[in-house]
């Protein structure tokens, strides 16, 4: 029985991560139908190849997914097994032919490799192989992307926006757009300069990340095929199930609406499923290209500007009608990015030294302003019947600024001691913002908070070391006034309630 013909059941890129925020997935809850699949292929008494992107390592640390995906490990390490690493897995091909990890999943990794059936020489590859934007070890952009788009996904919670679009494909959107516009400015530049230099702003992602680069990606396939070593490609990559021709045979992926796979006979007959409700549904093979012709061409790609400005509409939604509340906070941005524009006209065009009796009398004012809109914004969550401890810290923000404002007016005037007023009240007021952000995590968006407390409080730091020097201390104080007004603005514009179905989306 063991030396008998089998069938060979394909798949590629699962993407699978450690069951955290990140894990597309686990999000899309596949891992019981990998699990059913993987018991059908034995009962089957079928082959398993897994032509790369198993893991998600760009996104994951690799000791912790492979220890929180053990039982998976053993269950593949049961079947007869082949394992090709793709480009998001590639940190383990060194490991192939050493003894380093000892699991017994790891005996099957292999190297792209050739396999004959029905009189025709079938190679079996990740896809990335011929890419050469991808096929080597070092991080590209597109891993860059991935990386990024992984730190997003912790601050939302999921791996999907609440509108149900993945963080990493509007990433994916926004950055290559980005990349796009900057390397047509290049090209432009360098005509003009007279030099003859191609740049190509599609070569930095792989072809899921942008499908413009499909074509280009079959034509480093052809190209590998025409030498002669082999008469078909089996291959993943692109997530783009089906086949061209008789020749290029494509296993997609089971990131997407379909756990699809290729099950091919011993006679080389190649056919296209998907795994659906626990059973094996046998489809029509895709194509995913006709065959190249002449003067066949590649669609027009999307305009890179309106394609960044969906991607950062997605991100970022529209802005909502402040509340009362946040009404504060726009007007205390307003106010500091005033005065510190302000204190940066006197220091530039009066001299970085005059006016320096001003400069204290103003930020007097704008403390005391500042404190007052405080007291009024715990009044105003009050009112609303806001958290009680949303009221708390704004009444504590109150009356520190107010403070402030009367010992400024008071003894302020001396360097020393304005640096040692300012630089504690900075931390306390950053501290403020960030315990609010905490507080009101799940409640509202809050990571502008965050962001405005911690620059407040490193901030602090660094007017606190700086030396007691009014002419270092104008200039500091102008640059962080101005950050903490743009930040303070921001959370008042953006910082919306979150409806009721946001959180519920989140877990779901």
Not at 1 to 25: K, Y
Not at 293 to 321: D, H, I, M, Q, Y
Not at 364 to 389: H, K, N, Q, T, W
Not at 488 to 504: C, D, K, N, V, W
Request: with cysteine; charged share 20%.
């Amino acid at each position: 029985m063991d030396g008998a013909a089998r069938d060979i059941f394909v798949i590629s890129d699962l993407h699978i991560g450690d069951g955290g925020a990140r894990d597309n997935f686990d999000a899309g809850k596949r891992t019981p139908q990998l699990r059913a699949f993987l018991d059908h292929v034995g009962s089957e008494g079928g082959e398993l190849f897994v032509l790369g992107d198993l893991f998600e390592l760009w996104q994951m640390n690799l000791s912790l997914l492979l220890v929180k995906r053990r039982d998976l490990l053993d269950q593949l390490a049961t079947l007869r097994l082949a394992y090709v690493p793709g480009n998001h897995d590639v940190d383990l091909a060194h490991f192939i032919d050493t003894d380093f990890l000892n699991h017994p999943f790891f005996a099957c990794m292999r190297a792209p490799f050739v396999r004959e059936l029905g009189g025709k020489r079938f190679r079996f590859c990740h896809g990335h192989e011929t890419d050469p934007f991808n096929a080597g070890d070092d991080p590209g952009f597109g891993r860059m992307l991935a990386i990024f788009a992984g730190v997003f996904e912790d601050e939302n919670g999921s791996p999907l926006l609440t509108s149900g679009e993945s963080v990493e494909d509007v990433l994916e959107q926004f950055g290559d757009s980005m990349l796009t516009i900057w390397k047509r400015a290049v090209a432009t530049t360098m005509r003009h300069r007279g030099a003859k230099r191609d740049v190509c702003p599609t070569v930095a992602l792989t072809p899921a990340q942008n499908p413009d680069r499909l074509g280009e990606h079959v034509a480093g396939v052809r190209a590998e095929l025409d030498k002669g070593a082999h008469d078909v490609t089996v291959l993943g990559h692109t997530h783009k199930a089906g086949r061209i021709g008789d020749w290029y045979f494509n296993s997609g992926s089971w990131t997407g609406p379909r756990n699809s796979f290729l099950r091919i006979s011993p006679d080389g007959h190649v056919r296209y499923l998907e795994w659906k409700d626990g059973r094996a549904v046998e489809r029509e093979m895709p194509v995913v290209l006709p065959e190249a012709g002449p003067g066949r061409a590649l669609p027009a790609p999307e305009n890179p500007v309106a394609a960044a400005l969906s991607a950062a509409r997605t991100l970022f939604p529209k802005p909502t009608r402040p509340e009362r509340s946040r009404w504060v906070l726009i007007a205390q941005g307003i106010l500091a990015i005033s005065v510190g524009a302000g204190v940066m006209t006197i220091s530039v065009g009066q001299g970085s030294s005059a006016g320096w009796r001003l400069l204290v009398s103003a930020f007097a004012a704008y403390a005391l302003i500042d404190g007052a809109l405080s007291l009024f914004g715990a009044f105003a969550a009050r009112a609303s019947r806001e958290s009680p401890v949303r009221r708390l810290l704004s009444l504590v923000r109150g009356v520190a600024s107010l403070l402030l404002g009367l010992v400024v007016l008071r003894r302020g005037y001396v360097v020393e001691v304005f640096v040692i007023l300012v630089g504690v009240w900075a931390f306390i007021s950053g501290a403020l913002r960030v315990a609010a952000s905490v507080v009101l995590k799940g409640m509202v968006e809050s990571r502008w908070l965050f962001a405005v407390g911690a620059g407040s409080m490193l901030a602090s730091l660094v007017l606190l070391s700086l030396p007691a020097s009014a002419v270092l201390l104008k200039f500091a104080l102008a640059g962080y006034l101005c950050y903490y007004g743009a930040g303070e603005l921001l959370a008042g514009i953006f910082g919306q309630r979150l409806p009721r179905t946001a959180s519920f989306r989140l877990s779901a």
